[in-house]
């Protein structure tokens, strides 16, 4: 396994034990998707679900964000969109910030599009959308 995809894996499962410990996940339904890539991918990490629908959540340990985050936010439309979900969030690892405890990864970045927020804030419901 590359560096790369090993740094990718450490970042997706602190991720997961995070929402894990934070959501009492006692099930363990959050969870890493193992097969990454390809036209029909569905997020990295599944489980999470906001109003009963679910919710995409890609997850990027880059050494910098700068320039990737158009890409990212399109990679998780798409994603989102395979995987019939309405919520989706790009989470990335932020330099400097531990993935070893709840309260460091509390920090981590996470990043979505406006009307994401509209349809978690009015529970699934929009106003205008017909547009």
């Given amino acids: 396994m590359s560096r790369a995809k090993q740094r990718g894996t450490l ?11 934070r959501l009492g996940d006692t099930e363990q339904t959050i969870h890493r998707e193992v097969l990454h890539g390809g036209g029909n991918d569905q997020g990295d990490i599944t489980g999470v679900r906001i109003h009963g629908q679910p ?20 990679e998780g439309r798409t994603e989102a969109g395979n995987a019939d979900a309405p919520y989706w969030f790009v989470v990335f690892h932020q330099k400097g910030v ?3 405890s709840l309260k460091s990864m509390d920090n981590q970045p996470v990043v979505t599009d406006l009307k994401t927020l509209a ?11 017909e547009e």
């Fill in 55 to 74: 919710v995409v959540i890609e997850a990027k340990n880059y050494s910098t964000y700068s320039g990737h985050l158009k890409e990212w936010m399109q």
């Fill in 119 to 129: 349809l978690i804030a009015g529970h699934g419901v929009i106003e205008g959308d």
């Fill in 98 to 100: 531990g993935l070893d």
């Fill in 11 to 21: 970042f997706e499962s602190a991720i997961v034990k995070y929402l894990r410990a």
